[in-house]
């Protein structure tokens, strides 16, 4: 069979993939996003929370054009959301205001997705990548032969490895599912032993929450399972749906993040706050990057490094602080309740406020 042929093809149909077949076809080359699952978004692994434009704003004041980026439908926005809850292991509260909202992580992925279709780019599913040899990719659909490919295919990425390019280290397993009932509007954060080295979180939705665990497994005495429905017990939780998990990027972006004739983006790159995990604005900002210079390569010969040049220009001095910022909570803070607790008391409603926001906790 005749390998298939793209200008640019595109490895995972989450947001940074999604993004990146957006803004390469709406420069009018031929853009081909392929995605191993069948059915978009599902199962959702996800705490589904988005910051608002505002807050994006604040943390990346680089990024361009914010507004038309995250301009998403209203029916896509179940829950406002007006504060982040940071609860230490006595169960002290302290709400830091912060407004976003909260989506159905499926519903926005192919949302995502139909951007991009409109955009002329060609999108198949059940499709996966598993190598590439000079330029022509073997994937379960058959061989695509393209002039850039990009790797939005999370932080065990294929492509990455493919391409000889650094996979994000120290990613850490967390879970997530939904539990029926009314919650109030504001995310719920809860450090120490009930999730070592992380966090459990409840984020409400409509009618329902999405709650999870994340834990750094040298943190652990247990199984992250085991984890989850002790949370689950101490909330008496009424879980709907199965509990599905993923590997979080926690160290912040990987040092390199192109070739002569591919990239990575989202997850695959290391593209995740490391103090919260948040990553789905950010595989959106780096997505509209990197498919802009994908394009530009094709049409002008634009050299792939532009792409780590400008991700970094907007991003890396952010990213860089909250990596420092985990890294000296994995130092001080964590390990102990004890420990946890007063660290957030020390360091206050203000500084944690600026940890969330990628700002630096010391001036
Ligand atoms: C439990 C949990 C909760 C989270 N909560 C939040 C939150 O509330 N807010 C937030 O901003 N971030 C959150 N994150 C992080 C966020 O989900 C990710 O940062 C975001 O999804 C990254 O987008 P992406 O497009 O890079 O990767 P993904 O969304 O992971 O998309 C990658 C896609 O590539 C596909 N793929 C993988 N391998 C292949 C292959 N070989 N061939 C073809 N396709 C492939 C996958 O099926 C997937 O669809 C959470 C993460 C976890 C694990």
């Not at 957006?22 to 929370?49: N, Q």
């Not at 990596?323 to 944690?352: P, V, Y």
Request: a positive charge.
């Amino acid at each position: 069979m005749e390998a298939m042929r793209t200008d640019v093809l595109v490895v995972g149909a989450g947001p940074a993939g999604s993004v990146t077949a957006r803004y390469a076809a709406s420069k009018g080359v031929s853009v081909t996003l392929i995605e191993r699952r069948r059915d978009i978004g599902v199962p959702v692994r996800c705490g589904e929370f988005v910051p608002s434009n505002e807050e994006i704003r604040g943390m990346f004041p680089r990024a361009a054009d914010i507004d038309g980026l995250f301009d998403i439908p209203k029916e896509l926005r179940l829950r406002d959301i007006n504060a982040i809850r940071l609860v230490d292991p006595k169960m002290k509260a302290s709400d830091i205001p912060f407004s976003g909202y909260t989506t159905d992580r499926d519903r926005f992925d192919k949302y995502l997705v139909s951007e991009a279709e409109n955009a002329g780019a060609t999108v198949i599913t059940g499709c996966a990548f598993s190598r590439t040899e000079g330029g022509l990719a073997r994937t379960s659909a058959g061989d695509i032969r393209y002039k850039v490919i990009v790797g939005a295919d999370g932080p065990g990425s294929r492509v990455s490895r493919s391409l000889g390019l650094p996979r994000p280290e120290g990613a850490y397993p967390a879970v997530t599912a939904q539990a029926r009932g009314e919650f109030d509007p504001v995310v719920v954060m809860f450090f120490g032993g009930i999730a070592p080295g992380a966090y459990s979180w409840i984020i409400p939705k409509r009618g329902q929450a999405n709650v999870g665990v994340g834990f750094s497994p040298k943190f652990a005495s247990g199984t992250l399972t085991e984890y989850f429905e002790k949370f689950v017990g101490k909330h008496n939780f009424d879980i709907i749906n199965k509990l599905e998990g993923k590997y979080v990027p926690s160290q912040g972006p990987v040092s390199r993040t192109y070739t002569d004739s591919g990239m990575t983006v989202g997850d695959a790159a290391g593209h995740v706050i490391s103090v919260n995990g948040g990553g789905i604005p950010l595989a959106m900002i780096a997505g509209s990057i990197c498919g802009d210079v994908a394009a530009d390569r094709v049409i002008s010969g634009r050299p792939l490094e532009d792409y780590q040049k400008e991700w970094s220009r907007v991003m890396l001095k952010p990213l860089k602080t909250a990596a420092r910022g985990k890294m000296l909570a994995d130092i001080f803070a964590f390990g102990s309740d004890r420990r946890t607790g007063m660290c957030m008391k020390l360091l206050g409603k203000r500084r944690m406020g600026n940890l969330i926001r990628c700002k630096r906790i010391f001036p």
